[in-house]
């Protein structure tokens, strides 16, 4: 933890609490002392959360966007439906941006939450989609580590935030089109420590999924080195 992480999480949160009062992320209610706080969100819009269902139309987004490397990806899971209420959105965008890490282990725990009612279990370790080490630096940590965590707690399985790496620094892609998309991601990532995934089924988690072809590509990496399946679990459906 660098000191501009320890001024931030000791010093900058409590002054700003002080300063300004916490608001719910979804709607911008004020927050007394009784509201549910942690993952930031209101009572109502905690109880609200706008559940994402159609699993089989992340399998045929899959299918679209990764024909050319080939499908990697055994089965996807996502939370939060962003076509049914794209406020929730800046749970996500805070998580990632505005150093809101709570957020990141709170929906954590509610993605394995789901994903226990839904019966999308069976997985014996989980890892995050990793981001490059540079950008780790900037940001200061990466959103899809804390989510790995929180599932790992939520379901009981150890989580790996080491062994898979990215090795291309990439810009944004979300600055990009979508025809670009999946030529970006090949070969970027690699996997430091191949015995550790052979004959397992691994969890890759991520905090959206658009096309899936991100996540298709640590996929693609992990059953390269003897993974016996990869499913993808992410906090919200773009
Ligand atoms: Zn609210």
């Known amino acids: 933890m660098n000191i501009i992480n320890i001024l931030n999480e000791f010093i900058?949160?409590?002054?700003?609490?002080?300063?300004?009062?916490?608001?719910?992320?979804?709607c911008g209610k004020i927050l007394v002392d009784d509201e549910f706080t942690k993952a930031c969100m209101c009572k109502k819009c905690y109880n609200n959360l706008p559940l994402f269902t159609n699993f089989d139309e992340m399998n045929t987004r899959l299918i679209g966007s990764v024909s050319r490397e080939g499908q990697a990806v055994d089965r996807a899971f996502g939370m939060i439906n962003r076509r049914q209420n794209s406020k929730y959105m800046?749970?996500?965008?805070?998580?990632?941006?505005?150093?809101?890490?709570?957020v990141g282990y709170e929906l954590g725990r509610e993605l394995a939450a789901y994903m226990q009612q839904c019966d999308f279990v069976g997985f014996d370790v989980v890892i995050p989609v990793p981001i490059h080490a540079a950008k780790k630096r900037e940001r200061g940590y990466n959103q899809s580590d804390l989510i790995a965590k929180a599932v790992g707690d939520g379901l009981g399985i150890p989580f790996d935030l080491k062994s898979v790496k990215r090795i291309v620094y990439t810009n944004t892609q979300t600055k990009q089109g979508q025809g670009n998309r999946h030529k970006n991601v090949e070969g970027i990532f690699q996997v430091d420590n191949p015995e550790k995934f052979r004959d397992k089924c691994v969890l890759v988690v991520d905090d959206v999924f658009t096309t899936g072809s991100t996540i298709n590509s640590v996929a693609l990496e992990l059953k390269a080195t003897g993974a016996k399946s990869v499913c993808a679990a992410t906090l919200a459906v773009a």
Not at 12 to 26: D, E, F, G, I, S
Not at 90 to 102: E, F, G, V
Request: proline share 7%; charged share 15%; glycine share 0%.
């Open 12 to 26: 900058a949160k409590p002054a700003m609490a002080l300063l300004a009062p916490q608001r719910c992320l979804v």
């Open 90 to 102: 800046q749970l996500i965008y805070n998580l990632k941006y505005y150093n809101y890490r709570m």
